[in-house]
């Protein structure tokens, strides 16, 4: 049932545009394996082999903290809708933070939105999409607004104090890099 690819084809690439959300999972040699839902428009398809998404304020900041030991990472995708499918990325990433080269450029694809934490970089080597029969149907309301409220609501030193008291290490106790955002 399930296909390999070495690339997205144009038809993944549409099947991503028409998703709603996806899922990151990252995991350092030890410790838990992480597994985050994300939205917000927050993900840009830049080749067949090349995806960027940016990850916003959060209460946990797993992602970083895993790709600074081990940079593997996996992306997946879902239909709630007419037709079933899963499709996952698999490759290796990089953390951009504020004090990256290339920020200025990424962040430029996004809008520099408030609470904008990092940008994740991943070079794909593998493809793979499957059925996805077993995959519930959903109807999709809207966008929340919770989060954007919410860094409104703090605004950027709020944001920056969060990052500092919350988001400095994993859930295992693994710096995230963060400190890079915090000057």
């Known amino acids: 049932m399930g296909k390999q690819f070495e690339a997205l084809s144009d038809a993944h690439r549409d ?7 996806f899922f990151c999972g990252t995991a350092a040699a030890e410790g838990r394996v992480n597994i985050s839902p994300k939205g917000m428009d ?3 398809v830049l080749g067949p082999n090349r995806i960027v998404w940016l990850n916003m304020t959060g209460s946990g900041n797993e992602t970083a903290g895993h790709l600074a ?15 079933p499918q899963i499709l996952r990325t ?3 990433a990089r953390t951009l933070h504020r004090d990256a080269a290339d920020w200025d450029d990424m962040i430029a694809r996004f809008g520099d939105r408030l609470g904008a934490r990092q940008i994740y970089d991943l070079s794909i080597d593998m493809v793979q999409t499957s059925c996805g029969y077993s995959i519930p149907f959903m109807d999709f309301t809207g966008e929340r607004d919770t989060l954007t409220r919410w860094g409104e609501d703090r605004g950027a030193e709020g944001i920056r104090d969060y990052w500092a008291s919350r988001n400095r290490e994993t859930i295992d106790g693994l710096p995230t890099g963060i400190d890079a955002n915090l000057t």
């Open 42 to 44: 927050s993900l840009r």
């Open 69 to 83: 030991r081990d940079p593997r990472m996996t992306l997946m995708w879902c239909s709630f809708d007419k037709r």
């Open 90 to 92: 698999y490759g290796r």
């Open 15 to 21: 099947f991503i545009a028409a998703q709603h959300m």
